[in-house]
């Protein structure tokens, strides 16, 4: 008797937990949808993650002239010259590219919104750039990977030197950033690409630092800047990073894009099997229940049956 009833009181505590299973994995599968799309929705180009330079940047000299739509564009076709290679990359990098600060000719912290890793690029580093320790180099954060960097589609002269520098060092070809207070550019092949101003100079740095006037007719566009230009060409020049350094950034940017996928999936995953082992037991129990009321619809007929032996 005792057994009956701890049968009984079992059979709705499981049909109860099966319930909860399956319903906890509807949840966590269209939890997992949804933090799945947000993720995906940057990617598709279904939203932007940075917000657009006013229109004075844009149209401006440093301004947009071209999208950069496939970055294989930007690689030297076979039978290219080395000089129009070099001078071809450092326009197309330019024109797809947007020089821009919000104030002055330097990085503040209103320029925070414009540099700092977009929550739908990629929401870890987003929310690691609020830690302290993260803090300085995510909030004017500058992509070594081409793909990433023209996507967002501005960046200062340190940045397009990344992207011209990181397209060259896919190739094997030799190049190298160098920074002064005042500018970067990236020096290939004894030439000097200048993907901020869009300047290509067939002349090494060391030869401009002997006599900076060399840029004059290169930058002529640009005779506002020409004083500051010809001050930063004549300085002493130091190299931007390492070969190492920036293949450890770009493998660092290549496992963090890979990571932003891991946990909408393994919550869709997680979702789906629960809401499959919940349905699988409720129907496990429903036959169970189906099986019960049958057997014990046929005990009457059997106890008649004897009792009619008896007699």
């Given at each position: 008797?005792?057994?009956?009833?701890?049968?009984?009181?079992?059979?709705?505590?499981?049909?109860?937990?099966?319930?909860?299973?399956?319903?906890?994995?509807?949840?966590?599968?269209?939890?997992?949808?949804?933090?799945l799309?947000?993720?995906?929705?940057?990617?598709?180009?279904?939203?932007?993650?940075?917000?657009?330079?006013?229109?004075?940047?844009?149209?401006?000299?440093?301004?947009?002239?071209?999208?950069?739509?496939?970055?294989?564009?930007l690689?030297?076709?076979?039978?290219?010259?080395?000089?129009?290679?070099?001078?071809?990359?450092?326009?197309?990098?330019?024109?797809?590219?947007?020089?821009?600060?919000?104030?002055?000719?330097r990085?503040?912290?209103?320029?925070?919104?414009?540099?700092?890793?977009?929550?739908f690029?990629?929401?870890?580093?987003?929310?690691?750039?609020?830690?302290?320790?993260?803090?300085?180099?995510?909030?004017?954060?500058?992509?070594?990977?081409?793909?990433?960097?023209?996507?967002?589609?501005?960046g200062?002269?340190?940045?397009?030197?990344?992207?011209?520098?990181?397209?060259?060092?896919?190739?094997?070809?030799?190049?190298?950033?160098?920074?002064?207070?005042?500018?970067?550019?990236?020096?290939?092949?004894?030439?000097?690409?200048?993907?901020?101003?869009?300047?290509?100079?067939?002349?090494?740095?060391?030869?401009?630092?002997?006599d900076?006037?060399?840029?004059?007719?290169?930058?002529?566009?640009?005779?506002?800047?020409?004083?500051?230009?010809?001050?930063?060409?004549?300085?002493?020049?130091q190299?931007?990073?390492?070969?190492?350094?920036?293949?450890?950034?770009?493998a660092?940017?290549?496992?963090?894009?890979?990571?932003?996928?891991?946990?909408?999936?393994?919550?869709?995953?997680?979702?789906?099997?629960?809401?499959?082992?919940?349905?699988?037991?409720?129907?496990?129990?429903?036959?169970?229940?189906?099986?019960?009321?049958?057997?014990?619809?046929?005990?009457?007929?059997?106890?008649?049956?004897?009792?009619?032996?008896?007699?």
């Amino acid at each position: 008797m005792n057994d009956a009833i701890e049968i009984r009181d079992r059979k709705p505590r499981l049909t109860l937990i099966a319930a909860l299973t399956r319903s906890l994995g509807l949840f966590s599968a269209g939890a997992g949808t949804a933090f799945l799309f947000f993720v995906s929705a940057y990617p598709l180009g279904l939203i932007s993650a940075y917000p657009a330079p006013p229109a004075a940047a844009t149209d401006g000299p440093l301004g947009f002239e071209q999208k950069v739509g496939d970055v294989g564009d930007l690689y030297r076709g076979p039978d290219e010259p080395m000089q129009a290679y070099l001078d071809r990359l450092t326009k197309a990098v330019a024109g797809g590219m947007v020089h821009y600060w919000t104030e002055g000719d330097r990085w503040t912290t209103a320029d925070t919104r414009y540099t700092r890793i977009g929550v739908f690029d990629n929401y870890l580093l987003w929310t690691l750039s609020f830690r302290p320790e993260y803090r300085e180099n995510l909030q004017n954060y500058e992509f070594v990977t081409p793909r990433k960097a023209l996507d967002r589609g501005y960046g200062f002269c340190s940045q397009v030197s990344k992207i011209v520098y990181s397209v060259l060092a896919d190739q094997g070809i030799e190049a190298a950033i160098y920074s002064a207070p005042e500018h970067t550019v990236v020096e290939s092949n004894g030439n000097i690409l200048d993907s901020d101003y869009g300047v290509f100079i067939p002349h090494s740095l060391a030869e401009i630092q002997q006599d900076p006037s060399i840029i004059d007719s290169y930058y002529a566009q640009f005779g506002s800047m020409l004083p500051l230009l010809r001050q930063a060409y004549g300085e002493s020049w130091q190299p931007l990073g390492t070969a190492e350094g920036f293949n450890e950034v770009r493998a660092y940017e290549a496992k963090f894009e890979r990571l932003k996928w891991v946990p909408p999936l393994m919550l869709l995953a997680l979702g789906i099997l629960l809401a499959a082992g919940g349905t699988l037991l409720q129907r496990r129990e429903e036959s169970a229940r189906l099986a019960s009321r049958s057997g014990s619809q046929s005990h009457p007929a059997i106890s008649i049956s004897r009792a009619r032996d008896h007699l």
